[in-house]
């Protein structure tokens, strides 16, 4: 268990600093041209791997099953992107820490784990955390409708990456981990290259030489960390290595400060000890 929790630990320090690329470039780009050309960068990578490692061919049914994490991914990218744009760093994994309560509440759902009263209280203690992060926002004279913008998307992203997660967690120890990653990578660049001739001209925005640079480093990051993860949800629960969430908080700290001058607020981390708190009586078995 210790192996795969640190590997796990390894892929959260991965997406972590992709997630710091992605709100630097959130300054100048829109969300769906962020996203598109993130899945694009990252399914050149993902195929150069399997071309030198060469994987078992994939059958139709590994293809189909792990097309819903495609279509999940879209929506998680797509909406945690927007709130990066919208929220500092350390916040906005603050709040996607939810993850793990829910990731629970779709184990029993979906995997058939058993769910009991723990779970709903923990998420009611997590709502909470939630709302002491997100409180202070509102309280002044003029309120920031960003932060409300930014805190929803969080919630929608944690919700659909929670869910993928259980997913991954019913694939991962039937299939590849280059393959799941693959597909995933694949089917949203595809998901998102359909929808975007019939998105308005002012989404696309023109790309300099070092804007390539910095989306050919959240490609390569992104594929680098969900290859980890998935290596690590082969070899353990998903319940348990959920927690390993956690320390994506001190890496947000870590690269907020370093990065954007972003300093932790006090109920910020308040607001996490919470959550924390929440998701580990959730996964607790």
């Known amino acids: ?21 992605i709100k630097a470039q959130a300054v100048a780009f829109p969300t769906p041209q962020i996203a598109l050309l993130r899945f694009a960068f990252g399914t050149l990578f993902i195929l150069a791997a399997m071309a030198l490692a060469r994987p078992p061919r994939p059958s139709l049914d590994t293809v189909l099953a792990n097309s819903w994490r495609a279509v999940l991914g879209v929506a998680t990218a797509l909406a945690f992107y927007y709130a990066l744009g919208r929220l500092p ?50 309280g002044g004279a003029t309120p920031s409708y960003a932060a409300l913008q930014g805190s929803a998307a969080v919630l929608l992203s944690t919700l659909t990456y929670s869910l993928s997660l259980v997913l991954l967690r019913s694939r991962a120890t039937r299939d590849h981990p280059m393959t799941i990653v693959a597909v995933q990578n694949a089917g949203s660049l595809l998901l998102l290259a ?44 998903a319940a348990r290595l959920a927690v390993a969430d956690y320390t994506a908080l001190i890496f947000a700290a870590l690269f907020g400060y370093l990065f954007f001058a972003e300093t932790p607020a006090l109920t910020t981390v308040a607001g996490a000890a919470l959550i924390i708190t929440a998701s580990l009586a959730a996964t607790r078995r």
Request: with cysteine.
């Open 1 to 21: 268990m210790s192996r795969a929790f640190a590997i796990a630990v390894l892929a959260v320090g991965l997406l972590s600093a992709m997630d710091a690329l």
């Open 194 to 237: 359909a929808f975007a001739p019939f998105l308005p001209s002012e989404f696309w925005l023109p790309v300099t030489t070092h804007d390539l640079f910095n989306f050919t480093g959240i490609g390569l990051l992104g594929i680098a960390g969900h290859l980890v993860i998935a290596k690590a949800y082969s070899m353990a629960p």
């Open 89 to 138: 760093l350390a916040e906005t994994l603050a709040l996607s820490l939810l993850s793990p309560c829910f990731t629970a509440l779709f184990g029993a759902l979906l995997l058939g784990e058993h769910v009991g009263r723990p779970i709903i209280t923990a998420l009611i203690i997590g709502l909470l955390g939630m709302l002491v992060i997100v409180a202070p926002k509102f």
